[in-house]
């Protein structure tokens, strides 16, 4: 499976900015990022249904997760933009009952204060 990440930039702080992960397929799909010298952490997840999400407690009110399976992607629209959310994010999918098995390549998010 083949993921391909959209949507990074550079963005001045409050901003806004909306990743987008083109995934074929039924898959659970998750936002992931990695901080300079930092691990990498979950930021956001949802079902291939999407009635099921997850939110890392640093962005929740912030990001929303979205998906249009007729579209085949998934959608990150993070608003309010901090500059520690500034990361390398990245995107997996998870067949059903499965970990986070495919990834795409990262995308550079960059928040300016």
């Known amino acids: 499976v083949q993921l391909q990440a959209s949507g990074g930039g550079l963005v001045q702080a409050g901003g806004s900015l909306m990743l987008s992960c083109h995934a074929p397929?039924?898959?659970?799909m998750g936002w992931f990022r990695q901080p300079p010298g930092k691990e990498r952490e979950r930021v956001a997840s949802?079902?291939?249904?999407?009635?099921?999400?997850y939110y890392a407690d640093s962005v929740k009110g912030r990001f929303t997760i979205s998906r249009d399976n007729a579209k085949n992607t998934a959608y990150l629209q993070m608003n309010s933009l901090k500059p520690e959310d500034t990361a390398v994010y990245s995107c997996?999918?998870?067949?059903?009952?499965?970990?986070?098995?495919?990834w795409g390549q990262g995308t550079q998010v960059t928040v300016s204060s």
């Open positions: 997996a999918a998870a067949s059903f009952g499965h970990d986070f098995e495919y």
């Open positions: 949802i079902s291939w249904i999407g009635t099921v999400t």
């Open positions: 397929g039924r898959y659970g």
